[in-house]
Every structure is written in C-alpha cells, then in structure tokens.
T-cell receptor
Framework: GAVVSQHPSWVICKSGTSVKIECRSLDFQATTMFWYRQFPKQSLMLMATSNEGSKATYEQGVEKDKFLINHASLTLSTLTVTSAHPEDSSFYIC?????????????FGDGTRLSIL | DAKTTQPPSMDCAEGRAANLPCNHSTISGNEYVYWYRQIHSQGPQYIIHGLKNNETNEMASLIITEDRKSSTLILPHATLRDTAVYYCIGSAHYGQNFVFGPGTRLSVLP
C-alpha cells in the first residue's frame, strides 16, 4: 500500500487562486519531507525541504512567498501555491524521508497535477 | 549527491531481462545507489538500493561493481508494465535529498 499519500491528485483553477496540496506520511513519522516540481518531458526538480517544526529550506530560484510550505506535524506537510498563474502549472510531487536509524528508502507521493487557467 | 550518468533510452523485448546501466564514478564511501522508476503521470516508485554488495528483491536485482563506480539494475523478466523512466541516484542514507538526472526511458516491446 501507499506509504506517502498526496492530495489532491489533480486540480484546475483560475489564475490568481491559491491552491493547497497535502502530503501525508502513512508509514512513519517524517521529520523531513521534500517537494519537487516536474515540467513535461523533464526530470524532477527539488523545490524545497520541509522540516517539521521549523522553516522550510528553499532551493535557489524558488520563491518562498510564492510556494508556502507548512510542516506542522510529523506526518503532514502542505504546499500552498499562492496567487497561482499559468506558468505555475506543473506536476508537484512530495516525498518523505524515513527517520535516522530506520533503514528504509525515501518514498514519494503520486503527485498533484496543477493546471492554472 | 554523486553525479550519475545513464543512457537516455533503451528497448527491451517482453519476457527478456532488462539491464539498465548507471555510472557513478564520483560516488563517495557513504553514498548508497538508489533506483527508482516513474511511470507516466505518477510519482517515482522505489525499486532497490545498495551500498557495496549486490542486492535482490521481488522487483529487481542490483549489481554494483567492486570499485563502486558503476551499477546495473536488472529486471529479470520485463513486462509491458515495466515501461517507465528509471532513475539511478547516489545519496547518503541519511542527510541528503535526492538529485534526479534525466534517467533512462525503458520501452518494453511486445
């Protein structure tokens, strides 16, 4: 079964709308989760590292005021795309990293396809 | 993360073994080799990982060279559902995020 659950799987909204994407770790408590973005025919690009109880770490070129990340619990991280525009349309994927000492690989959600009209 | 190099695409006949190579000549001693695959419009799916020894699970086998500079993922009996992009990633077991390269697009042909 799924180890990481991502919701919604698909969303279409108007330009200027804010969209929230949830990522839940179902199998373990994840102090660290990651958010990736994938454009068509390209590979996954890391956007930010989400740390439970502290601020997210953003990759260079990713606007932190545009992509708000909240990791309020050990099993839930959310990504909010604020005032979304058509260029924000993409496939957003989260992953959860197992805690230290638990020798499991990083697990990924099934992604959220975001289309901004 | 270690830089990895993979062929951009490969074909394999259904029922035959698919051997996907990966070069990771700069991998450091504490970095594992991970393999994931991504089927169209889905998130990456974990396949297997290893450090030094060869590994096998229900999905695949991982052969790592003795100098750890390269590895091969083996799908013993490829099916049409194995058509996907396969990513090889070198990463420490804890502390590093994954850096995805372009991967290898495997097409399993009937």
């Amino acid at each position: 079964g799924a180890v990481v659950s991502q919701h919604p799987s698909w969303v279409i909204c108007k330009s200027g709308t804010s969209v929230k994407i949830e990522c839940r770790s179902l199998d373990f408590q994840a102090t660290t989760m990651f958010w990736y973005r994938q454009f068509p025919k390209q590979s996954l690009m890391l956007m930010a590292t989400s740390n439970e109880g502290s601020k997210a770490t953003y990759e260079q070129g990713v606007e932190k005021d545009k992509f708000l990340i909240n990791h309020a619990s050990l099993t839930l991280s959310t990504l909010t795309v604020t005032s979304a525009h058509p260029e924000d349309s993409s496939f957003y994927i989260c992953s959860a990293r197992p805690p230290r000492g638990r020798y499991q690989p990083q697990h990924f959600g099934d992604g959220t396809r975001l289309s901004i009209l | 993360d270690a830089k990895t190099t993979q062929p951009p695409s490969m074909d394999c006949a259904e029922g035959r073994a698919a051997n996907l190579p990966c070069n990771h000549s700069t991998i450091s001693g504490n970095e594992y080799v991970y393999w994931y695959r991504q089927i169209h419009s889905q998130g990456p799916q974990y396949i297997i990982h290893g450090l030094k020894n060869n590994e096998t699970n229900e999905m695949a086998s991982l052969i790592i060279t003795e100098d750890r500079k390269s590895s091969t993922l083996i799908l013993p009996h490829a099916t049409l559902r194995d058509t996907a992009v396969y990513y090889c990633i070198g990463s420490a077991h804890y502390g590093q995020n994954f850096v995805f390269g372009p991967g290898t697009r495997l097409s399993v042909l009937p």
